[in-house]
C-alpha cells in the first residue's frame, strides 16, 4: 500500500537520492546529466500533486563550467513538500532575485540540485578555494 502511494507522487524517489558526488564528478559529468553552472532566480512556479507541493524556480544560466550544453533559462527543483513525499523536505531556498552556483543532476525536466554543494552567491563572487576545485587550473591566490 505504501509503495502505491510512493509510485503516485510528482516526484520519482531516485531523483531525491543523489548520492554523494565530487565537485569534480559535476564538473565532468556532461554525458551523465551533471551540471555546475551560475544562474539568476528569475521566477518560481509551483504545482501540487496528490498532496505534494513541487516549487520550481526559473533560473537564467550567466556562466556554466564543464563542458554542459545548458539553455538560456531552466527551471531548477526548489522545493518539495508534504503529501506521502520520498524526498522529505527539501529546500534550496532560492529566491527571485538571487544568484545561485548550482551542482545539481538533470533531467527531461528539471535541474535536481546538490543541496549540500550548491550555494547563494554573494553580489556574484564565488569564493576562490570552491572556484579553484572547479576550475584547477586557475593560478592561486598569494
Not at 559529468?29 to 528569475?42: E, P, T
Request: charged letters at 15%; proline letters at 7%.
Amino acid at each position: 500500500m505504501i509503495m502505491v502511494a510512493l509510485l503516485a507522487c510528482a516526484v520519482p524517489a531516485s531523483a531525491c537520492d543523489i548520492t554523494p558526488i565530487t565537485i569534480a564528478d559535476y564538473v565532468h559529468g556532461a554525458a551523465n546529466g551533471r551540471v555546475v553552472f551560475v544562474g539568476g532566480v528569475v521566477s518560481p512556479a509551483a504545482q501540487k500533486t496528490d498532496g505534494v507541493l513541487i516549487e520550481d524556480v526559473t533560473v537564467r544560466v550567466v556562466r556554466v563550467f564543464g563542458k554542459s550544453n545548458l539553455p538560456p533559462t531552466l527551471p531548477v527543483l526548489n522545493r518539495v513538500s508534504g503529501g506521502m513525499n520520498p524526498c522529505g523536505m527539501r529546500d534550496l531556498s532560492a529566491r527571485t532575485g538571487d544568484q545561485w552556483l548550482i551542482f545539481g543532476q538533470r533531467d527531461a525536466q528539471r535541474v535536481y540540485p546538490d543541496l549540500q554543494l550548491s550555494r547563494k552567491l554573494v553580489n556574484g563572487h564565488i569564493d576562490q578555494l570552491l572556484l579553484r576545485q572547479i576550475m584547477p587550473s586557475l593560478p592561486s591566490a598569494k
